[in-house]
């Protein structure tokens, strides 16, 4: 039973640094408040929540860099200013800055570049949702193809690592990603 | 469905960026929200009770949901009020806080679902007023022992790889979860019970020789005795070495009070062993088998309540403390008293003060054996006042330590109650889930997930197929299916899983059907998808288990409206109709049975490239699949 409860800036704010309107912020935030009263999220609760969407597999793992993702400030619990302020940058915000969100997905460690590493984690996270029963059957090396196949496209100067700028330049040469940025735009 | 957190499935379609870059298929289109920009609320007062209230009385409390301006979000421009979707009943006390400003906890509340409304208000429970403060926190101990218990029993779960120490572990300390921990337990318990019975019928006397008076049994048979002694000790011996050899913690393990009990219960068999017929040893070795008494109290590994009794005592130490010094006290007092009264007689036994203490505890305990007895009349009457408060004192804490008992006793048989219905939860859990991961793969073996039909039908055909699955449902699907083409692998349920996997081992067939790669219809071909040479086509063993009769029927009717635009695209939807499917509906007619439909692949699979283009697989597709056509619409 937690006694920290943490109140959101106020709506005018909040509407003027996103790029939602009232209406949308208050259906945000209704829904964000039913599932944590006390006005954080934990890793825990999170995972729980996103593990609900995928039965078939663990969502757990990807959920975990989900949540690093969105906890900016990295105390372990995401506001809901957080929340709101990446939602607003998935939805609506410009190719750019969804690609940028994206690279700070994949850049586990923070340190500017995605090696392979990270890029298997993630992949492999990504897989694991599927679960076990799938067509064609996983292969333990499925990842791992996925992740070379990645690097060929993104990784320009062969260097072993895709800095932003090279992910950026990539993604926007690829149609197939462009086009995928855009489809979730109407979600709320 | 996720249909309790739907409210984050903007937040779970929005993190699906994170999949975009990596993905090498692209992505299948988005459902268009179709139904009029619905205002989810219902325009009600906390759940339909109207409350009202000043703005000041809300003021008061700034630091709370109400009080500040977080209540700005629940606010309804049309009908100009806050609406909560809470609990009218638990949102009155809330009020009520406002208006009085103490804080009421409803005995006919449940603790928990207080709890979340006082989080959910911004109200620190800690606000409660002294009325109802104390049944408060009682509930709120009792619930959180509760949840402890859960919690341990979580433990207790089977982890998937465990080594032969932790199994061996987990078998001494569960006897329940194997057969082999079972037998284990009942033969240890055999062999303690025997123990104790042969050290006592030891010293019974048994039979009289003609010599000799009559000497105890232990005399008589030694051998025998000796015998069923040794037999006894080695088993514990062995249960013990067994232990320690799996325990996780082994220095834990050997402070812990049941090892202690263990090694005192074997210690004097082997310390005998070793002593000889010394003389002077002989006294401290006879001491030392008083310590064999000990064997029974390995008897509270098999007895749960021997274990809460230990467990009574343990948390009623204080208790426990206070009785032993208000008697000491007491006897002190009383001795002292009793000393000085009876000097005076003659031939008096209280021939001292720590002499008067036997006095003192056999009256107090009102036990009164009569060995000593006051004389005087003075002594009489402080040996009176001695007796009767001797009661009181007594029964002073003892019910205190009766009540903790009973409580502990009564968790302890909830325990065992919950554990039973915890099976039954996890296994509801379980349903749910597979209802959840069957809806999907029913519906994209129902081919709802065909983009073609959204963006070639009209509203209202749209809006009678979407017509059963809602909004949330189809947003859903197309998650799943978002993920599906990142990972270019598709969802199947456990059977065709099996399925696949032996015909895989089997010779597969050459052909290529292209029923997975025209999947995307004309947003173009999956790389992957076009580089699996060898499919087993799915028709050839397609059994007639799946039997969705209901999902087919459901089927055949939105598949004749499909049959009437055949006129307008008629190559558009024969790509939909992937044969697997046709396989599938047919079952039910049994005309086709494991015919292999082999239709050809389209001509120069599409590029990734280029996904907007018209489908290249016009007409050749359609005259040769016009005899699916035909079937679909014979349904």
């Known amino acids: 039973m937690t006694t920290v409860c943490h109140r959101p800036e106020g709506l005018e704010q909040l509407e003027s640094q996103t790029n939602f309107s009232k209406k949308e912020l208050q259906v945000l935030y209704r829904g964000f408040k039913n599932e944590c009263p006390s006005g954080v999220v934990n890793e825990e609760t999170f995972k729980q929540i996103y593990a609900q969407f995928f039965p078939h597999g663990d969502a757990s793992t990807y959920a975990h860099y989900l949540f690093n993702a969105f906890d900016t400030a990295h105390n372990g619990s995401i506001k809901f200013e957080d929340f709101v302020m990446a939602l607003s940058i998935l939805l609506r915000g410009s190719t750019r800055e969804k690609l940028q969100w994206t690279f700070n997905l994949y850049d586990i460690n923070r340190d500017g570049y995605i090696n392979k590493e990270e890029m298997t984690d993630i992949v492999r996270a990504i897989y694991d949702m599927m ?58 | 469905m996720a249909a309790g957190v739907a409210a984050w499935l903007p937040l779970a379609r929005a993190a699906a960026i994170g999949w975009m870059p990596v993905a090498n298929c692209p992505m299948p289109i988005a459902p268009r929200d179709h139904s009029k920009r619905q205002d989810e609320l219902i325009i009600l007062n906390v759940s339909g009770r109207r409350f009202q209230t000043w703005r000041t009385t809300l003021d008061r409390y700034p630091d709370t949901l109400l009080g500040s301006s977080e209540k700005e979000f629940f606010y309804n421009e049309e009908t100009k009020e806050y609406f909560f979707d809470r609990d009218p009943d ?140 040794t037999a006894c000790v080695m088993i514990f011996t062995v249960e013990y070495l067994l232990r320690l050899f799996a325990a996780p913690s082994r220095y834990r393990f050997m402070r812990s009070v049941m090892s202690i009990i263990d090694v005192v219960a074997i210690l004097p068999y082997y310390i005998g062993l070793v002593m000889t017929n010394n003389e002077d040893v002989s006294g401290a070795f006879v001491t030392l088998r008083v310590f064999r008494v000990f064997r029974i109290f390995k008897f509270s590994r098999h007895s749960q309540g021997l274990r809460i009794l230990g467990y009574t005592l343990k948390s009623c130490a204080s208790e426990l403390g206070f009785l032993l010094f208000s008697l000491t006290m007491a006897i002190i007092i009383f001795a002292t008293v009793m000393f000085y009264a009876e ?30 007895v006051p004389k005087t009349i003075a002594g009489k009457i402080f040996g ?173 009717a939105l598949h004749i409206q499909c049959a009437e635009q055949q006129g307008h695209s008629s190559s558009r939807s024969s790509l939909n109709m992937q044969p697997n499917e046709v396989g599938r509906f047919n079952c039910r007619e049994r005309q086709i049975t494991t015919a292999i439909i082999s239709i050809p692949s389209p001509p120069a699979p599409i590029p990734e490239g280029d996904g907007h283009g018209p489908p290249n697989p016009g007409p050749s597709i359609s005259t040769t699949a016009s005899s699916n056509i035909v079937k679909v619409s014979a349904l």
């Open chain 2, 90 to 229: 638990a949102f009155r006390s809330v009020l009520n806080f406002y208006r009085t400003g103490k804080l009421h906890y409803p005995r006919y509340e449940c603790i928990s679902a207080y709890d979340e409304e006082l989080a959910f208000f911004g109200i620190i429970p800690e606000i409660i007023g002294d009325c109802c403060y104390e049944e408060y926190k009682d509930r709120k101990r009792e619930n959180a022992e509760r949840l402890m218990d859960d919690q341990e029993e979580n433990k207790d779960s089977k982890l998937p790889n465990m080594n032969f120490r932790e199994t061996m572990w987990r078998a001494f300390e569960n006897p329940h979860t194997s057969t082999m921990a079972l037998v284990f337990y009942y033969v240890t318990g055999f062999f303690i019970a025997v123990s104790v019975i042969t050290n006592v019928v030891e010293t019974v006397p048994c039979g009289s020789t003609p010599n000799q008076k009559d000497v105890p049994c232990g005399e008589r048979y030694t051998v025998a005795f000796f015998c069923m002694d």
């Open chain 2, 343 to 372: 000097k005076g007689s003659s031939s008096s036994k209280f021939t001292s003060i720590p002499a008067s203490f036997w006095y003192t505890i056999v009256t107090m305990t009102t036990l009164g054996y009569g060995d000593m």
């Open chain 1, 131 to 188: 679960g076990k029963y799938t067509y064609p059957a996983l292969k333990t090396d499925t990842p791992k193809q996925h992740v070379d196949a990645f690097f060929q496209k993104m990784d320009k100067n062969r260097d072993g690592v895709v800095t932003l700028d090279e992910f950026i330049l990539s993604c926007q040469e690829d149609e197939n990603i462009m086009r995928s940025l855009q489809l979730f735009e109407n979600v709320i």
């Open chain 2, 384 to 556: 009176s006042i001695c007796s009767l408060s001797g009661v009181l004192v007594i029964a002073l804490p003892v019910p205190v330590i009766v009540s903790n008992f009973s409580r502990i006793y009564h968790q302890n048989q909830r325990a065992d109650k919950r554990r039973a219905q915890k099976k039954a939860r996890l296994a509801r859990i379980r349903i749910a889930k597979t209802c959840s991961s069957n809806a999907y793969l029913q519906r994209k073996r129902n081919g709802l997930l065909s983009e073609l039909l959204d963006l070639t039908t009209s509203e209202e055909e749209q809006q009678h197929l979407n017509k059963s699955t809602s909004l949330l449902e189809s947003q859903h699907h197309h998650l799943l299916h978002c993920l599906e083409k990142t990972t270019a692998h598709e969802f199947i349920d456990e059977q065709m899983f099996e399925q696949n996997c032996v015909e895989s081992a089997l010779q597969s067939y050459p052909s290529r059907s292209p029923s997975l790669s025209s999947q995307e219809g004309f947003t173009g071909t999956c790389c992957s998808c076009r580089s699996r040479k060898s499919i087993p086509l799915p028709n050839s063993s397609m059994s007639t288990t799946h039997t969705h009769t209901q999902g087919l029927q459901e089927l055949s």
